[in-house]
T-cell receptor, first 113, second 113 residues
Framework: GAVVSQHPSWVICKSGTSVKIECRSL??????MFWYRQFPKQSLMLMAT?????????EQGVEKDKFLINHASLTLSTLTVTSAHPEDSSFYIC?????????FGPGTRLTVT | KQEVTQIPAALSVPEGENLVLNCSFT??????LQWFRQDPGKGLTSLLL?????REQTSGRLNASLDKSSGRSTLYIAASQPGDSATYLC????????????FGKGTTLSVSS
C-alpha cells in the first residue's frame, strides 16, 4: 500500500520558536495532502487542506498565519508552527489520498515548553 | 456540517467475546467510510474502507457494514484478543474523491486475558 512519512516523529521546542514538520508520500504523488491535529483523548481535527502549487485551505478557527503550510512538490508538504506556545502542544498527523483512500503518516508529537 | 458520533466511548470485554462498535453520521451524502485503529501515542492504521455503494467489507476477524441512508456503520470484531486493545476511529469522506476525512471521537477498546 501507499506509504506516507513524517519528520520529525517528535519535537520539543521553547515557547516563541518555530517548528517545521514534513510530510512525504514515498511511493505515489499526491496533489492534495491534509493536516490534522489531535489533542489528548480527542479525535483528529482537520486543520487544513494542502494543495500542490497553490495556497492551502484552512478550516474555520485555524490561524493561517500561525500554521504555515507549503506544498512545494507532489510528494512533500510542510507545516510550520510559528511562534509556538504551550497550547500548540499536540499530535500532528498528515495524510494523502491515492485511489480514493487516505493514507496517514505516523504523526509528529510536538511539545512546547 | 457533517458530524460523526461513535458509541460507546469505551468498552471493556474479556478475551474471546464478539463485539460491535457503532458509528453514525449526520449527512448521508458521503463518498466512503473508513475504520481505523490507533494505538496510544501512535498514528492510524486503516482497517476497512467501504465505498458509498457498498454494504459491507470484511478482513479477517473484522466486518464493517454501512447503511448510508440511515447514516450508520458498525464494526464487528469476532473472537476478540488482547492485541485488539486500541482506539477505533470511524471517519467519513464528503461526497467528493480527494476531500478530507471527518472523524468521530473513537471507541477505546480494552480486551482482558
Amino acid at each position: 500500500g501507499a506509504v506516507v512519512s513524517q519528520h520529525p516523529s517528535w519535537v520539543i521546542c521553547k515557547s516563541g520558536t518555530s517548528v517545521k514538520i514534513e510530510c512525504r508520500s514515498l511511493d505515489f504523488q499526491a496533489t492534495t495532502m491534509f493536516w490534522y491535529r489531535q489533542f489528548p483523548k480527542q479525535s483528529l481535527m482537520l486543520m487544513a487542506t494542502s494543495n500542490e502549487g497553490s495556497k492551502a485551505t484552512y478550516e474555520q478557527g485555524v490561524e493561517k498565519d500561525k500554521f504555515l503550510i507549503n506544498h512545494a512538490s507532489l510528494t512533500l508538504s510542510t507545516l510550520t508552527v510559528t511562534s509556538a506556545h504551550p497550547e500548540d502542544s499536540s499530535f500532528y498527523i498528515c495524510s494523502a489520498s491515492e485511489g480514493g483512500e487516505q493514507y496517514f503518516g505516523p504523526g509528529t508529537r510536538l511539545t512546547v515548553t | 456540517k457533517q458530524e460523526v458520533t461513535q458509541i460507546p466511548a469505551a468498552l471493556s470485554v474479556p478475551e474471546g467475546e464478539n463485539l460491535v462498535l457503532n458509528c453514525s453520521f449526520t449527512d448521508s451524502a458521503i463518498y466512503n467510510l473508513q475504520w481505523f485503529r490507533q494505538d496510544p501515542g501512535k498514528g492510524l492504521t486503516s482497517l476497512l474502507l467501504i465505498q458509498s455503494s457498498q454494504r459491507e467489507q470484511t478482513s479477517g476477524r473484522l466486518n464493517a457494514s454501512l447503511d448510508k441512508s440511515s447514516g450508520r456503520s458498525t464494526l464487528y470484531i469476532a473472537a476478540s484478543q488482547p492485541g485488539d486493545s486500541a482506539t477505533y476511529l470511524c471517519a467519513v469522506r464528503r461526497a467528493q474523491a480527494g476531500t478530507a476525512l471527518i472523524f468521530g471521537k473513537g471507541t477505546t477498546l480494552s480486551v482482558s486475558s
